[in-house]
């Protein structure tokens, strides 16, 4: 991962801003790690922002329909296990638009899972990923660009 971000930063803008769009679209990275990438080496805010919510949103969104196409392909089973029982119950209590929100503590792919599992329509489950995705990678590059301001 080093040699990879000293790489983006010895590059031209184009290959910098396509290795952003890259970290943007790893699960678990997602925009909470481009974003904060993006600013240290010292790239414009906006684009750097804009460049992530589109990564992550691009990974996110082919995930759901992967696994919605999937779904529909798959016969109902019962699931009782342990794991689905803790999902269904975060699930129950807030919702799509919850499971969305906590993107950045469970992950959005997780999420995404978590309410397709839990029977949502792809369409409702990608309208509020993108809404928590977009609300989410703003708030951080604000923070992180106003807190790198304050800072030097």
Same mark, same amino acid.
């Given at each position: 991962m080093e040699n990879f971000i000293l790489s983006i930063m010895e590059a031209d803008t184009i290959y910098q801003y396509i290795g952003i769009f890259v970290i943007s679209i790893g699960p678990f990275f997602e925009s909470y790690a481009a974003i904060p990438l993006g600013l240290a080496l010292q790239f414009p805010a906006i684009p750097i922002v804009l460049i992530a919510i589109v990564g992550n949103l691009a990974s996110v969104l +082919?995930?759901?329909?992967?696994?919605?196409? !999937?779904?529909?392909? &798959?016969?109902?089973?019962?699931?009782?296990?342990? &794991?689905?029982?803790?999902?269904?119950g975060l699930f129950q209590r807030y919702g799509v638009p919850g499971v969305s929100f906590a993107g950045p503590l469970i992950g959005y792919h997780i999420g995404a899972a978590i309410a397709l599992a839990s029977g949502a329509s792809r369409q409702y489950i990608t309208l509020w990923m993108t809404i928590a995705i977009t609300a989410w990678s703003i708030v951080l590059?604000? +923070? +992180?660009? !106003?807190?790198?301001?304050?800072? &030097?």
């Open positions: +082919l995930f759901i329909w992967i696994i919605d196409y !999937f779904r529909g392909k &798959r016969k109902k089973e019962k699931k009782d296990g342990g &794991r689905w029982k803790r999902a269904q590059g604000v +923070l +992180l660009y !106003f807190g790198i301001e304050f800072i &030097r």
